[in-house]
């Protein structure tokens, strides 16, 4: 079946460690990918998103995520991070451009002083 | 600005009991989506709604309804809850059309006993 796929279910790391997310996708063909943010009692928000044009997008909160085409690839990278993104993230992926989006099952980080 | 609302925050339902979900958005947004979320699920999805006056099905639409009653509103109701619908169902809108960011409300934590 197609689908998204999130590898680590929860990852542990200290301040200041780099941290990078896998997320691979099934789809073929042309797709819209994003990586949303879940903080601990909230709602999804956006990260950042990727449309076309340059395979690194930057969003907010000092996240970046890279598109591989070839490899079906969505990664999300933060080069330090803070107690603060101690959260759940999720990437998603619009199979076909206009079809609703479909969502990983997430992965939980945890960020220790 | 409010973004997407939802209510009620908090539902408690005995088996067999019927409810609605209330989402409005006041973005002006065309296209409406309800998500539930469970533990090591992810979100999937359960209807859709792309433009007023359309509805589609989802990922899990067995045992919900929903109805677009204007552009602002979309509302998901379970006719009979199972223990197996309890959840946190999200609703959130997108401008561009289906295959675009989403904006999401804060959540309904329903428990079905």
């Known amino acids: 079946a197609q689908s998204v796929s999130q590898h680590n279910h929860h990852v542990i790391l200290s301040e200041a460690a780099s941290l990078e997310l896998g997320c691979n996708y099934s789809?073929?063909?042309?797709?819209?990918l994003f990586w949303y943010v879940q903080y601990p009692g909230q709602h999804l928000q956006l990260l950042l998103k990727?449309?076309?044009?340059?395979?690194l997008v930057k969003g907010i909160k000092g996240f970046e995520a890279e598109f591989i085409k070839s490899k079906f690839s969505f990664n999300l990278r933060k080069p330090s991070v803070q107690w603060s993104d101690t959260a759940e993230y999720f990437c998603?992926?619009?199979?076909?451009?206009?079809?609703?989006?479909?969502f990983g099952k997430g992965t939980r980080l945890s960020v220790i002083a | 600005n409010a973004g997407v609302t939802q209510t009620p925050k908090f539902q408690v339902l005995k088996t067999g009991q019927s409810m609605t979900l209330q989402c409005a958005q006041d973005m002006n947004h065309n296209s409406m989506y309800w998500y539930r979320q469970d533990p090591g699920m992810g979100l999937r999805l359960i209807y859709y709604s792309a433009s007023e006056g359309t509805t589609d099905k989802g990922e899990v639409p067995n045992g919900y309804n929903v109805s677009r009653l204007n552009k602002r509103e979309f509302s998901l109701r379970l006719e009979s809850a199972a223990p197996s619908q309890t959840s946190v169902y999200f609703c959130?809108?997108?401008?561009?059309?289906?295959?675009?960011?989403?904006?999401f409300g804060s959540g309904t934590r329903l428990t079905v006993v």
């Open positions: 789809y073929g063909g042309t797709v819209n």
């Open positions: 998603a992926v619009s199979p076909f451009l206009h079809t609703p989006l479909v």
């Open positions: 959130a809108s997108s401008e561009r059309g289906v295959g675009y960011g989403y904006t």
């Open positions: 990727y449309f076309s044009g340059d395979p």
